[in-house]
């Protein structure tokens, strides 16, 4: 530790903020958090952080100095070693660092410019209930809606500040009781895409849902896990292939632009050939396909592990808070805000993060692709 840091807390100006980090480390949200409450503060203003995690007195150092801010004091709770705590006095902004971007695992692709894609919940119930599922969805799951006001005021701010693509995800997006208000508020200030598994706009209130949308505004991205059913069906329920194929031919016949993407296990991926085939017969271009991993979330045991230093940014909005991206809604630590709007303040935190980390040189990092 360097020993120029104060070891007693009486030199440490009044303290305009505290927080317990807990176990956290930097890299599994404790950066996050920290940077969402140094930003709450005003320059020449004290943070408190707690902490219960040794490798914070290596790192809080580093990312104070990258940061532009002023590690004043650390100071262990008990005689013996740790907890500890470390007063952090905001500085200036530094400007950001470039890196290098990172090459996926699956489909390939650069990172989104920050501000140019914005994610929206618009419910989390679904009719399915996949294994693998990021965000938890089920039939027995809180439905949690995003109001169609919630909706259009993120769609309003997005566009504001320079948004060129705004994304519907779910749980099931037709389950909404809305969804076509909500798409409709949201496609009026920028294109939309609504991720759908398929399966249930086929009759009713959702065939007049889903017919009411704007073609020329609205992209359908259709889960499809195999060019046969026994893969797909084995992760999403039996029948589920059949009904996701009949989706995908009546979304085309009705003139949308359709995008189709495939969830694969490592086991598994080598199937992606033969899907490549189907879709080709289908009509889907190359670049309406997606090929992504499982995701460590939600209902995984298992996948590539999110965290701030492992994915690239896609801010993402639910009725409920602001998130780093949008198959890390499960996850507190990697929770932005507790509002989902303003965005300009989410958009804030997140690039404060991700100066730091790219000055630290944190290269390394995948794009985990949504759509």
Same mark, same amino acid.
């Given at each position: 530790?360097?020993?120029?840091?104060?070891?007693?807390?009486?030199?440490?100006?009044?303290?305009?903020?505290?927080?317990?980090?807990?176990?956290?480390?930097?890299?599994?949200?404790?950066?996050?958090?920290?940077?969402?409450?140094?930003?709450?503060?005003?320059?020449?203003?004290?943070?408190?952080?707690?902490?219960?995690?040794?490798?914070?007195?290596?790192?809080?150092?580093?990312?104070?100095?990258?940061?532009?801010?002023?590690?004043?004091?650390?100071?262990?709770?008990?005689?013996?070693?740790?907890?500890?705590?470390?007063?952090?006095?905001?500085?200036?902004?530094?400007?950001?660092?470039?890196?290098?971007?990172?090459?996926?695992?699956?489909?390939?692709?650069? $990172?989104?410019?920050?501000?140019?894609?914005?994610?929206?919940?618009?419910?989390?119930?679904?009719?399915?209930?996949? #294994?693998?599922?990021?965000?938890?969805?089920?039939?027995?799951?809180? +439905?949690?809606?995003?109001?169609?006001?919630?909706?259009?005021?993120?769609?309003?701010?997005?566009?504001?500040?320079?948004?060129?693509?705004?994304?519907?995800?779910?749980?099931?997006?037709?389950?909404? +009781?809305?969804?076509?208000?909500?798409?409709?508020?949201?496609?009026?200030?920028?294109?939309?895409?609504?991720?759908?598994?398929?399966?249930?706009?086929?009759?009713?209130? /959702? *065939?007049?849902?889903?017919?009411?949308?704007? *073609?020329?505004?609205?992209?359908?991205?259709?889960?499809?896990?195999?060019?046969? $059913?026994?893969? &797909?069906?084995?992760?999403?329920?039996? #029948?589920?292939?059949?009904?996701?194929?009949?989706?995908?031919?009546?979304?085309?016949?009705?003139?949308?632009?359709?995008?189709?993407?495939?969830?694969?296990? +490592?086991?598994?991926?080598?199937?992606?050939?033969?899907? &490549?085939?189907?879709?080709?017969?289908?009509?889907?271009?190359?670049?309406?396909?997606?090929?992504?991993?499982?995701?460590?979330?939600?209902?995984?045991? #298992?996948?590539?592990?999110?965290?701030?230093?492992?994915?690239?940014?896609? $801010?993402?909005?639910?009725?409920?808070?602001?998130?780093?991206?949008?198959?890390?809604?499960?996850?507190?630590?990697?929770?932005?805000?507790?509002?989902?709007?303003?965005?300009?303040?989410?958009?804030?935190?997140?690039?404060?993060?991700?100066?730091?980390?790219?000055?630290?040189?944190?290269?390394? /990092?995948?794009?985990?692709?949504?759509?």
């Amino acid at each position: 530790m360097d020993p120029t840091i104060a070891s007693a807390a009486e030199a440490v100006p009044r303290v305009a903020v505290e927080y317990d980090g807990g176990d956290m480390d930097c890299g599994s949200g404790l950066l996050l958090a920290i940077t969402t409450r140094m930003r709450s503060i005003d320059v020449g203003e004290v943070m408190l952080l707690h902490t219960r995690e040794p490798s914070v007195l290596a790192d809080l150092p580093a990312w104070a100095r990258l940061s532009g801010h002023d590690l004043l004091a650390v100071q262990p709770e008990r005689p013996a070693a740790g907890p500890w705590r470390l007063w952090v006095r905001r500085g200036s902004p530094r400007t950001a660092w470039s890196a290098p971007a990172a090459q996926p695992a699956y489909s390939s692709g650069a $990172p989104a410019p920050l501000g140019s894609r914005l994610w929206l919940y618009s419910n989390f119930h679904c009719n399915l209930a996949c #294994g693998y599922c990021c965000a938890g969805s089920s039939p027995r799951a809180l +439905p949690r809606l995003m109001p169609v006001e919630l909706a259009g005021e993120a769609a309003r701010q997005f566009a504001e500040l320079g948004g060129r693509e705004l994304l519907i995800t779910g749980g099931e997006p037709f389950l909404h +009781p809305q969804l076509d208000e909500l798409t409709a508020v949201c496609a009026d200030r920028t294109p939309v895409t609504v991720l759908t598994n398929a399966m249930v706009f086929g009759k009713g209130r /959702r *065939r007049a849902m889903l017919e009411s949308m704007d *073609r020329s505004r609205v992209t359908l991205q259709i889960s499809l896990d195999s060019a046969g $059913p026994t893969l &797909h069906d084995r992760q999403r329920g039996a #029948g589920s292939h059949a009904r996701a194929m009949d989706g995908i031919r009546l979304a085309r016949s009705l003139g949308f632009g359709v995008r189709v993407a495939a969830t694969y296990r +490592p086991e598994d991926v080598q199937q992606a050939g033969d899907l &490549h085939r189907v879709l080709s017969d289908l009509g889907i271009v190359e670049d309406d396909r997606l090929i992504r991993p499982v995701a460590h979330e939600g209902f995984a045991d #298992g996948g590539v592990e999110i965290t701030l230093d492992s994915v690239e940014p896609e $801010p993402t909005l639910t009725v409920d808070g602001a998130w780093w991206h949008p198959v890390a809604i499960t996850d507190d630590h990697l929770k932005v805000a507790e509002s989902p709007l303003p965005l300009a303040d989410m958009y804030s935190v997140i690039r404060d993060v991700v100066s730091v980390q790219r000055a630290a040189g944190a290269e390394g /990092r995948s794009v985990f692709r949504c759509t």
